[in-house]
């Protein structure tokens, strides 16, 4: 599965972005996707999953003001991103794998396919 980011971009705080991650294959059962990102100087970190069950998972940095969701061939997931703040800028990466443990689901090494990564700057 090749995975492929966009919609990522530069706005001020309080503005709102929309990412999306379109993989190139319907995965199989039981696989989660998810975002991370990461900011120059910075280690990669996890925003947001979403599991084959459509349970959702969120760093506490994005609780309450990203959304992610998926579409329902469950090829392509989204990340609705509001009220962003300056500290929000990073590189985005959509991730995917297979047979991720809930536990696993926050660390960027048990995913096996990633994004190119897509770029958001934010200005205060």
């Known amino acids: 599965v090749q995975l492929q980011a966009s919609g990522g971009g530069s706005a001020q705080a309080g503005d709102s972005l929309r990412l999306s991650c379109l993989a190139s294959?319907?995965?199989?059962?039981?696989?989660?996707m998810g975002w991370f990102r990461q900011a120059p100087g910075k280690e990669r970190e996890f925003v947001a999953a979403?599991?084959?069950?459509?349970?959702?998972y969120y760093a506490d940095s994005a609780r309450g003001r990203f959304t992610i969701s998926r579409d329902n061939a469950k090829t392509t997931v989204f990340l609705q991103m509001n009220s962003l703040k300056p500290e929000d800028a990073a590189v985005y990466y959509c991730?995917?794998?297979?047979?991720?443990?809930?536990?696993?689901?926050?660390?960027?090494?048990?995913?096996?396919?990633w994004g190119q990564g897509t770029l958001v700057t934010v200005s205060s």
């Open positions: 991730a995917g794998g297979g047979g991720i443990i809930l536990s696993s689901i926050r660390i960027p090494r048990a995913y096996d396919h």
């Open positions: 294959a319907r995965p199989s059962s039981g696989y989660t």
């Open positions: 979403i599991r084959w069950s459509g349970h959702t």
